[in-house]
Every structure is written in C-alpha cells, then in structure tokens.
C-alpha cells in the first residue's frame, strides 16, 4: 500500500524557521495537505491543495511541492507551534488517502 | 456553526460487537465526504476510509477493508463506524471528520469531531 514518509522529530530556537518534509511517489499527482495535533487535541487542518492556508491559520505557516516531496515550512517559530505534524495524500489512482508517520516538532 | 459531534468513549471485551457515531450540524450532512481516523495510542494518524452520505458511496483504505463498516443515515445526519468482532489492538482513539470541498472524496479534513476512545480489554 502507499506509504508517506517523514522525518520523526525536527527542532527549531523560538524565531528560526522550521522545515517539515513529507516524501511520496504520487506527489507530482496529489495535492498534499498538512495537520497540526497538539496533545490532547483533534488534529487542525494547516495548509491544504500543497500551499492554500485555510483562514484562521497564521502566515508563517506555508507549504511548497517539488517533485516527489512536499514540505510545510514555518517562519518565525514560536513556542505554540509546538506540535506533532502530519502530510496527508492520496496514492496514485486518488482512491484512497494516507498519512504521514508524523514529526513531532520542538521548539528549543 | 459547522461541527462534528461523536459518541462517547466505550470499553469493551475482545470479541464483543461495537457501532460509534458522528452527527453532522450546520451544513448539508448529504453534500459532504466524511471519514474516520484511527490514532493508536503515543501513534500517528491512520486513514480508514471515507462515505459520501449523499448515496453511500464508500471507499477504504486497504488497511482496513473488512476490518470495519463505515455507514451513514442521512435522516439523522449521522455517521458511524462499526465492528463485529473487537481485539485488544483495536484500542484506539478514533475521529471523524469532514472533507472540506463539496462531493470531493479526495481532499483534506477541515473540520473534526472530538475523538471517541475506544478500549478492548478482557
């Protein structure tokens, strides 16, 4: 079955910028979206169709695509983005959906 | 206001047979894919699969085809998730959520109930 792979932990300083990636053979075909789950929390919807932010989102949230590889990037981090992130996308055919194994972002 | 409301957390015996609900409000429940998430716990998110209440239309990931039943009543704006057979690995937290675009089934989860907790232990 389809498989996203991302790295399981990235660390930031408060004010430097994150770089979260997500790798997939059917990226080139598949929008990717990303989520944000703190502990305790339903996940939140962060960035959808690669880069569109929904509402509500800051703007130092941000997604990129190149190739097989998407990566949700986060400026000026702060202490609140601390949080474990998913990639989400559909295999090849766009029949079913996956996620990511997750990267639980700290923030030094 | 859109949201998402999910049954209450269950303990249950293996083996035992187990339905767990979602009831859609504040938009049009038929126009919308909805889907479940399992989320062992300390693990990831795991997509099971999706239904379009509009006419039942259902797709599951290949993880859990057969594993589970996914259906809705559209009468009642609810959505539900069901076995027949509960394992101890089975114990989870488990989300619905809603696709955000119109009668896409491929597409992101915008909105998300709040989770119904699942434990199977004899």
């Known amino acids: 079955s389809y498989e996203l792979t991302q790295p399981p932990s990235v660390s930031v300083s408060p004010g430097q910028t994150a770089r979260i990636t997500c790798s997939g053979d059917a990226l080139p075909k598949q929008y990717a979206y990303w989520y944000q789950q703190k502990p305790g929390q339903a996940p939140v919807l962060v960035i959808y169709k690669d880069s569109e932010r929904p509402s509500g989102i800051p703007e130092r949230f941000s997604g990129s695509s190149s190739g097989t590889t998407v990566t949700l990037t986060i400026s000026g981090v702060q202490a609140e983005d601390e949080a474990d992130y998913y990639c989400?996308?559909?295999?090849?055919?766009?029949?079913?959906?996956?996620f990511g194994g997750g990267t639980k972002l700290t923030v030094l | 206001e859109v949201q998402l409301v999910q049954s209450g957390a269950e303990v249950k015996k293996p083996g035992e047979s187990l339905k767990i609900s979602c009831k859609g409000s504040g938009y049009s429940f038929t126009s919308y894919w909805i889907g479940w998430v399992r989320q062992m716990p300390g693990k990831g998110l795991e997509w099971m699969g999706i239904i379009y209440p509009g006419d039942s239309d259902t797709r599951y990931s290949p993880s859990f085809q057969g594993q589970v039943t996914i259906s809705a009543d559209k009468s009642i704006s609810t959505a539900y998730l069901q076995w027949s057979s509960l394992k101890a690995s089975d114990t989870a937290m488990y989300y619905c959520a809603r696709h955000r675009e119109l009668r896409k089934h491929n597409d992101a989860f915008d909105i998300w109930g709040q989770g119904t907790m699942v434990t199977v232990s004899s």
């Open positions: 989400q996308s559909a295999d090849s055919s766009g029949t079913y959906l996956v």
